[in-house]
Structure formats: C-alpha cells, structure tokens
C-alpha cells in the first residue's frame, strides 16, 4: 500500500508521473464527459418543442390586399408583414445602389414578385414590431417602417436606412402557391 | 437563547448535539459591533426584512396565478378582484420589488461612502453585486409574469439582447424563448425560474453575512475597532435600532401600498400581452432604467450591451480600482464630492432611461454615460493617489470622549 501510495514501488514502471495521477486525471476526465453528457438533456430541454416547430407554416390569401396596402399575419408567433408595393416604391427601392446599405442587399433578391414584399416583421436591433402597416402610421424617412422602440428607419424593401438595428428585415421562406396564395415556413 | 448557560433542558439537550442556540447566541446577540454605527447601517438587515415578505406574499400569489398566456393576465385580474385580499398581497409584492431595490441601492452607495468594501470585505461587496444580479434576473422575470403589453415587450427586448452576441446569439434567444418569440414556453420558465431565484438570494445572503460576522461591520468612521471600549452587544443595542429603523420603513413601505399602489408601475401593464403591437414607448421598471439608459446610449448594439453588463459588473472590481486606503469619505475632501457626483450621475441616467432616446436626451445620456465609466475607471484610482486625506481619530471612542485630533498618528486601515 504504501508502494502505491508514492506510486514508484517496484514494478511500477514509469518515470513521468505516477499511476495514481494517471487514474485520476483519467477518472477525472470520464466524469467530466459523463457531466457534460448527463447536462445536455437539461439544456436542450429549453428549445422549441417538437408541437412548436410543428407549427411552422402559415397560408395566406393576398387577394384582398390593394395597392399601397399592407397585413399582418402570425408565423412561428410572430408578426410577418405582406405588402402590396405600388409603383413608385418599387422604383423607390431599387433607385439606390446596394453597397450604399448598412446592410448592402438588391430589392430583387428580397422579392418573389416585385409587386409582393413579406417580411418577418420584427425589428433587427431589440424585436420591437416596426410601425408603417397602416397608411396613417410613421412610415419612417424611407417610406417602409420606422420602429419607435429606438428610433430605426427601413425603406420600401424593409432595409435598415437610419438607426440602431443591424440589418435588414429579414424575409421568411415562403413561396406562391396559387396567383393570389402565400404560403410561410 | 442563551444556550450553555439556558434554563430549558429541552435548549440544552439541543444544543449539546447541534449547537445552533450558541451559534445564534453568538451571531445574533453578544456579536460585537462598533458603537458609532448611523442609520445607514440599517439598510442592510431592511433589505432582508423585504427579502422574506418578497417570499411570503410570492408563494402566497403564486397559489392563485396560471403561469400560461391565455390566463396569466386574468388570473392577475383575478388575485386583485376576487381572491380575499389579493389586491394586497400582490400590491405588497409589486410595491416590495420597488422597496427592495430602494432598500438595496441605499445600501450600496452606503458602502460606496464610507469604503465598505475595502480590505477585508473585498469579497463581502462582490456578493453583495452577485445579489443585486439576482435580484435584477428575479424582478425582470416577475415582471412579465402578469402578461401585460409591459410585461411582454419587456421580456422581448431584454431576451433580445443577447442576439447581439456573435455567431451564437440568434440560436441563444431561441434557446431562451424554448419558440420563435417570447411565447408560453418562456412564461413558464420565467415562472419556474422567478420561483427559484429568490431561494438562491437566500442562500447568498447567508454566505453574505458569513463574510460580514469574519470582520463586523465597517461604521462611519471607516476606522477598524481597537478593543471592547469601541464596541457594543448587537442585542439589545442594534436590534432595538433595526426594529425602530423597520418600523419607520414599514411606514412608507405602507404608504405605497396603500395610497399609491401603482406609483411605480406603468399604466400599459394592465393591457394585455399583445404580441403584433408594440406600445409607443417601452420603458423597464425604474430600478432599470440607469443600465437601460447606458444600452441605449452607445449606437453600436453589442457594445452597448457589453457596456450595460460590465456597468453592473465593474462594480465587483471596485476594491481593487480604489486607490485609498482610507475607507471613510469622511476624511477623503474630495472623493467625498465626487461620491455626491457619482449619486447625481446615476440619477441623470435614470432620468435618460426614462424618456424616448431623442434629441437632447441622447446627448445628455451619452455624457452621464461616459461619466459613469470615468468615475470608477479614472477618477476613482487616480483620487486615492492625489488626494491627502484628513487626519483619522486614533480610534473610534476617541472623537467621542476625547479631542478628536489628539492623537496624529493616526491608525489608517490596517494591511496585513
Ligand atoms: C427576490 C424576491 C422577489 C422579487 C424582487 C420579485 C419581483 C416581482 C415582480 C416585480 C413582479 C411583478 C409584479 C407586477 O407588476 O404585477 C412579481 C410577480 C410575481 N411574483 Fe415575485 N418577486 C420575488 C419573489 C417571489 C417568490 C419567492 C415567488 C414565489 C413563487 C414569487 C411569485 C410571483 C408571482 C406568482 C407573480 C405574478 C403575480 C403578479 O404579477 O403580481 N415572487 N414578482
Ligand atoms: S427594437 Fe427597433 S429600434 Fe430598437
């Protein structure tokens, strides 16, 4: 016993360290993998459910949207915003050169149709929902949202213009599943 | 509940095989204290006053509230309309969060006077932040826990915070959420967990006060007790203090409650969770409002939240940022004005937080800010260098009884 103890008794063998300090680390180090293992189940227990991504698609009839109008529909318990742009903010949103953006993206790629803009509505810097739905709310500098929360500005692509939130409204998947039917997620 | 020496066999027999009366007999009541300590030194066993009604009326309300989001507004609704006195336990538990944190930050920048955190309670102060940390995570999840537009944009944008954090920060807002926003799954984590927390709080404050009874209180002088003649029994001296000092609390803590329940509260909290519309202005609970007001003071969204927590967190480095080995202001000239300035600046960022970030409102926010950061960065070191403290009284009974500058070998904080 007292040969293992020093762990140089004879027949021992090493010189480096002792076989004691070898079990050690290596019991050392089973349970630490054994912990992390064992936290694992308790951390993920905290991401979306399986019934919650389940959730994960909306239909909408964009039929009754007008020109220059705008809905709001729920995807994932959020706020996704589909507006009918006119003309003149399409124009609007495709007159400035991209590399000029905080968030440099072409008004082509965030669009299936250009008439047909849907975004997830939630502001990029601290989730607030943007106002600029209804004619009669702030539509910000650019003619799109303004987010009262901080004070940010996006256009009629719903790119970040002016303010705090890093990027561009984000857009959600989504496709045309009819003339007049969206469906997200 | 002097124990050895206890007349009750029952106390005795106890006692011999845990000795808890003794432990208590000896903490609580011959626990030796300096004799010169003010009122500001009653903040502290306040603060655990309010700590367990806290606890109380919140199992209390927790018996009638639904932790789910079509009912959690209504059972809130409920507790205050139909549940024998329910509208005053919760008001107690509303209004006892405000008086909590009024409690808590007397406390500290009582500490931030006299060098209460000086060698050797360095460790005593960090937990006392610790503390404030919990308190803050526990009174932010209370307060979405009603399910109001406050509540819910409330949890929104403080969740949000940390997708500021690069690379994993959107997968650690879904993580928190357990959704793709701020939903049921949140509400009942932020239930479970503002059950918890406080019990968490509990167990700090014990290791708070173990730190504390190693040393005693610190006292206004800042000067360390020289022997018996400078100090006093805790009972029946500080008890009776405490409970006069509880009883005038009690008084205002009342007056809230009963005269101006939602004083403290914001009048958008009793619309309901309403997860498409935000409210035109959102705006955290006062005891927030300085760190809010340093996160919306830096355009930049990491950097801001970088510097909201290492606000809260620079606090814990204050030991070693100050300079001085003098631990009372009142022998610092200086440092005692740049204290009051310190006050002042964390007033001004209060007053920021409160009001849309606009016009003159961000200027004056970025300027408190930076202060902020310069007084305990700058100033802080650089005043325990320059300044020349007054001469300290050779102990504490010496202002007292004799002249106070007799002796001008002063005993400065004592380093091992
Ligand atoms: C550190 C101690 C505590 C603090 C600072 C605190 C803070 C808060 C706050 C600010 C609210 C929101 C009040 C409102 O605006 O309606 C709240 C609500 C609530 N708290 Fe606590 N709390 C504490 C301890 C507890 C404990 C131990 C429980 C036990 C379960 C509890 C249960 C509740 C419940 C059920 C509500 C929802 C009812 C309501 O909103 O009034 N709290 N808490
Ligand atoms: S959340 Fe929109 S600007 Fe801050």
């Not at chain 2, 006093?232 to 009963?258: E, N």
């Not at chain 2, 606000?311 to 202001?329: F, G, Q």
């Not at chain 2, 009051?340 to 409102?361: K, T």
């Amino acid at each position: 016993m007292a040969d293992t103890a020093h762990g140089r008794g004879p027949g021992s063998g090493d010189h480096g360290g002792s076989r004691r300090d070898f079990l050690v680390l290596a019991s050392g180090a089973m349970g630490a993998v054994g912990a992390a293992a064992a936290a694992w189940p308790f951390i993920h227990y905290w991401n979306p459910s399986a019934d919650v991504l389940a959730l994960s698609s909306t239909e909408v009839d964009v039929a009754p949207i007008q020109e220059g109008q705008a809905i709001t529909v729920t995807w994932r318990g959020r706020p996704v915003f589909v507006r009918r742009r006119t003309a003149a903010e399409i124009e609007q949103a495709r007159a400035i050169k991209p590399a000029d953006l905080p968030d440099p993206q072409d008004d082509a790629v965030r669009v299936k149709k250009p008439e047909w803009l849907v975004l997830i509505g939630v502001c990029t810097h601290l989730g607030c929902v943007p106002l600029g739905q209804k004619a009669t709310e702030a539509r910000g500098e650019y003619g799109g949202w303004f987010c009262p929360c901080h004070g940010s500005h996006y256009d009629t692509s719903g790119r970040i213009r002016k303010g705090p939130a890093p990027k561009n409204l984000p857009v959600p998947p989504y496709e045309f599943t009819g003339d007049t039917t969206i469906r997200i997620g | 509940m002097s124990a050895p020496q206890s007349q009750n066999a029952l106390i005795r027999w106890i006692d011999h095989r845990m000795p808890i009366f003794t432990f208590m007999h000896h903490e609580l009541h011959e626990y030796p204290a300096p004799k010169n300590l003010s009122y500001w030194w009653n903040f502290g066993s306040l603060a655990g006053i309010v700590l367990v009604i806290m606890i109380v009326t919140g199992i209390w309300l927790a018996m009638h509230y639904t932790p789910h989001v079509d009912y959690a507004f209504q059972s809130v609704e409920r507790i205050m309309r139909d549940v024998n006195y329910g509208w005053l336990i919760r008001y107690l538990h509303m209004n006892g969060a405000s008086m909590f944190f009024l409690v808590v930050y007397i406390h500290l920048f009582r500490g931030m006077y006299y060098g209460s955190y000086k060698y050797p309670r360095e460790l005593l102060w960090i937990l006392g932040v610790v503390i404030l940390l919990l308190m803050m995570a526990t009174a932010f999840m209370g307060y979405v826990l009603p399910w109001g537009q406050m509540s819910f944009w409330g949890a929104t944008v403080i969740t949000n915070l940390f997708s500021a954090i690069p690379l994993f920060g959107d997968p650690i807002v879904t993580w928190l959420w357990g959704g793709f926003s701020v939903d049921n799954a949140t509400l009942n984590r932020f239930f479970s967990l503002h059950y918890l927390l406080p019990f968490l709080i509990v167990g700090v404050v014990f290791l708070h006060l173990w730190a504390l009874h190693r040393f005693g209180s610190n006292n206004p002088i800042g000067i360390d007790t020289k022997g018996p003649q400078d100090s006093i029994p805790f009972h029946p001296y500080y008890t009776i203090k405490d409970a006069f000092g509880t009883g005038v609390f009690l008084l205002v803590f009342a007056g809230f409650v009963f005269f101006a329940p939602n004083f403290f509260g914001e009048p958008d909290n009793y619309i309901p969770a309403n997860p498409l519309v935000t409210p035109a202005h959102i705006v955290p609970e006062w005891y927030l409002l300085p760190f809010y007001a340093i996160l919306r003071a830096i355009p930049d969204k990491l950097t801001g939240v970088i510097a909201m927590f290492g606000s809260i967190l620079l606090l814990m480095a204050l030991p070693w940022l100050d300079t001085s080995r003098v631990r009372s202001a009142t022998y610092r000239p200086i440092y005692k004005q740049f204290f009051w300035v310190f006050v002042v600046d964390c007033l001004v960022l209060g007053y920021i937080g409160a009001n849309p970030p606009e016009g003159w409102f961000i200027v004056i926010g970025r300027i408190a800010t930076a202060y902020y950061f310069i007084h305990l960065l700058i100033i802080i070191p650089l005043l325990g260098k320059l300044e020349r403290p007054l001469e300290l009284p050779a102990s504490i009974s010496t202002p007292v009884i004799g002249s106070g500058a007799a002796q001008p070998q002063a005993a400065r904080m004592e380093k091992p």
